[in-house]
């Protein structure tokens, strides 16, 4: 018996390597471990084994079933690639599936752009969350009750019972978050995403980013910020570059300013330019000094510090420098217009 399960083994795995095809091979399973296949029927007659021995064949004829169906499995492996690509009608001559490589979001990239610059100037970035309270929101930046942006139909406001919460419409209210837990001097600047309800056309979006920039110390003075947004509109849209600043109004900020860059489509030459509408300026921030009352509200003493204050919308300038002129394909996530950049 033993001898024969060993001859067996020997012939079947011969019979399998020399197999010409995956039917062969299934041809082979049936005849050796079929249900009337050749080890099944010597399996039967295990009743004529002596009972001395009975424990030995079992093994055996068990691990020469394991060896033969290892030998088919290893047969069907090998089958050739081409064989099985005809079998399940593979047409290798295709173009192959390209995925796209990532990219990053061009708001994303502008923001990396923007923080670059004034990290070589010595700001550090930092965060605030988008669910704000209204004292961080208004209060605590000098914004009054009667102010039109507290107007429930200027912001958003979220229902809760823990409170009244909103979400942030600047990201100013960081200003006063980073200052009640730091001790001056710094420099900070705080990119990060805000809310307005505003109908949505092609220069206005419900969200959109900003990006923030506070500077605090002894006796910070305000050629310092326009020295620092100099060098920032040069960097960022090219050395010709010219700013500059017109009277405005900030409740946070005393005195504030509008910042304006010259026109990086006509240079200020363009009577019909269709970026800056032949006026040759573009607005791109609002700026100011810090307003002392806000210095007193996160109990700093405004005899002894002084500071300036700027906000950029993200979006606006990502647009002025690569020329868009939509805001809603930031957000339509069109691979045409994300691919290139
Ligand atoms: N928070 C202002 C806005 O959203 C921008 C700003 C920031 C102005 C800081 C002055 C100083 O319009």
Redesign the pocket.
């Known amino acids: 018996m033993k001898d024969e399960l060993k001859a067996v083994e020997r012939e079947a795995i011969r019979e399998i390597k020399s197999a010409k095809d995956k039917d062969a091979l299934e041809a082979l399973r049936v005849k050796y471990l079929g249900r009337k296949g050749v080890l099944t029927e010597l399996f039967k007659k295990m009743g004529e084994v002596p009972p001395a021995e009975k424990a030995e064949v079992g093994k055996l004829v068990n691990s020469v079933k394991a060896s033969v169906a290892g030998a088919l499995d290893d047969g069907l492996k090998g089958s050739s690639g081409a064989e099985e690509a005809l079998a399940e009608k593979i047409d290798v001559t295709l173009p192959g599936r390209f995925s796209m490589p990532g990219k990053i979001h061009p708001i994303t990239k502008t923001i990396g752009e923007i923080s670059d610059i004034f990290i070589s100037l010595g700001f550090r970035v930092v965060e605030g969350p988008e669910i704000e309270t209204e004292h961080y929101n208004f209060e605590a930046l000098n914004i009054p009750l009667e102010h039109p942006s507290r107007d429930a139909f200027d912001t958003f406001y979220v229902k809760s019972r823990s409170g009244k919460y909103l979400l942030r ?4 209210p960081v200003q006063a978050r980073f200052m009640e837990k730091n001790k001056p001097p710094f420099s900070i600047i705080v990119p990060g995403k ?1 809310y307005r309800p505003d109908a949505t056309d092609a220069s206005h979006s419900f969200m959109f980013h ?1 990006i ?1 920039g506070l500077v605090v110390g002894e006796d910070i003075k305000f050629s310092e910020l326009k020295g620092a947004l100099t060098i920032f509109a040069k960097q960022m849209f090219g050395p010709k570059t010219k700013m500059r600043l017109r009277p405005s109004f ?1 409740p ?2 005393e005195p ?1 300013a509008e910042v304006d860059i010259s026109c990086s489509v006509c240079g200020g030459e363009g009577q019909k330019c269709s970026v800056c509408g032949g006026k040759g300026w573009l607005e791109i ?4 000094m810090v307003n002392p009352k806000v210095f007193q509200k996160v109990g700093y003493d405004p005899e002894k510090v002084t500071g300036f ?3 950029m919308g993200v979006e606006r300038i990502a647009m002025l420098k690569y020329g868009i002129n939509d805001i809603r394909l930031f957000y339509e996530n069109d691979s045409r217009f994300l691919k290139q950049f």
């Open positions: 419409s600047h990201t100013s805000v900003q923030e900030f946070f900020t504030s921030l609002g700026a100011g204050a700027f906000g």
